[in-house]
């Protein structure tokens, strides 16, 4: 997992919640990086002898949702926050990345750090186009569920959404009901070199950009398919 950034979310979290502050302007690098880490996400999940059900059943998706560092912080005040790309299997193929940040709000008893990677199979064209819009709850536009972990994992969930985390920190276990998703105007403009929307990305799947397809459609393409 990725710790350099951490900090980063951490103060943007102390500071506005669940709104996270440009720190700078974004580049097509920082962009790409996203993109990058998301690949190595998919990697880690793939690998990871827990994972034996998000292996066999990923391919049922119709979309992910790659979120490669959400940190969890707190002080008797706290939430959490990241940036997500999503990727969709299109007529044609797989259409993406689409980039959003997340982040929630909470209270309670709690102290410490914890960054996670998370992942969400999108399992219905519902939710997948409640993501057009420019803000989806968790729990709230559509039902969620963590997925089955380890040997002889249960039967699928009954969810919109199925998610899985590999976290490391202090707090045990995660749960993304209730997170907010956002689209990142600023990371889809610097990705694709000009204005564009998660609907041209991922419903017209009319952005297209040299990066998007070499290190991660490539990658589920040819894990899951088209």
Not at 14 to 32: C, E, F, N, Q, R
Request: hydrophobic share 40%; with cysteine; aromatic share 8%.
């Amino acid at each position: 997992m990725r710790h350099p950034h951490g900090i980063r979310w951490i103060l943007a979290l102390v500071l506005v919640l669940p709104s996270y502050p440009a720190l700078a302007a974004t580049s097509h690098s920082d962009a790409a990086n996203e993109v990058a880490a998301a690949g190595k996400t998919l990697d880690d999940f793939v690998s990871d002898p827990d994972m034996t059900w998000f292996r066999e059943h990923a391919k049922e998706a119709k979309g992910m949702m790659i979120c490669s560092q959400v940190v969890k912080a707190g002080f008797i005040f706290g939430g959490s926050g990241g940036r997500c790309v999503l990727v969709v299997k299109g007529e044609k193929g797989w259409n993406g990345p689409a980039f959003y940040t997340t982040g929630t709000a909470s209270a309670g008893f709690q102290a410490g750090v914890q960054e996670s990677q998370i992942i969400g199979l999108l399992m219905t064209q519902k939710v997948i186009d409640s993501l057009m819009s420019s803000e989806f709850k968790l729990g709230g536009d559509a039902s969620v569920a963590a997925g089955p972990v380890g040997a002889g994992a249960a039967a699928t969930p009954n969810a919109s959404i199925i998610y899985y985390s590999r976290s490391k920190g202090l707090y045990g276990g995660v749960d993304i009901t209730g997170a907010v998703l956002k689209p990142s105007e600023d990371y889809n403009t610097a990705y694709y070199g000009k204005p564009v929307t998660p609907i041209d990305i991922i419903a017209k799947g009319t952005a297209h950009t040299k990066e998007a397809w070499t290190p991660l459609l490539a990658k589920v393409t040819k894990l899951y398919g088209k």
